[in-house]
């Protein structure tokens, strides 16, 4: 079964990373050395982002960032394929985006009929 590995970051934490890139180089070589990885991306930086809405009439409103009202920011995401969610959940504490204040969503990606 696939899951999706979503990473946050804190960006309000006092706390000093523990990990380093080559935490998360580890981490990516060991999911694809067992064979888990389907697919993962890093995200560029959060004033990067833009924020789409359609309002009931159809028009189309595009503003800078995802002003969320919150201090955690997604950084990026692993897609993997495990047996099952026990499975995923170890996956996810390994990951160094866990650490730190972090934290690691995972939910399992829905499949639909051909």
């Not at 950084?75 to 499975?87: C, E, R, S």
């Not at 934290?103 to 829905?110: C, D, G, K």
Request: aromatic residues 8%.
């Amino acid at each position: 079964m696939k899951y999706m590995l979503m990473i946050y970051a804190d960006t309000g934490s006092d706390v000093e990373p523990t990990c380093d890139f080559e935490d998360w180089q580890q981490y990516d070589k060991e999911l694809k050395e067992a064979g888990v990885l389907v697919s993962g991306h890093a995200l560029e930086d959060l004033v990067t982002a833009t924020s789409v809405q359609v309002d009931a009439d159809g028009r189309r409103s595009v503003t800078d960032g995802p002003f969320a009202e919150s201090r955690e920011v997604l950084g990026g995401y692993d897609v993997i394929d495990v047996p099952n969610l026990d499975v995923a959940l170890d996956w996810a504490a390994r990951c160094p985006g866990s650490r730190d204040g972090g934290r690691v969503v995972v939910r399992p990606i829905a499949e639909f009929g051909a």
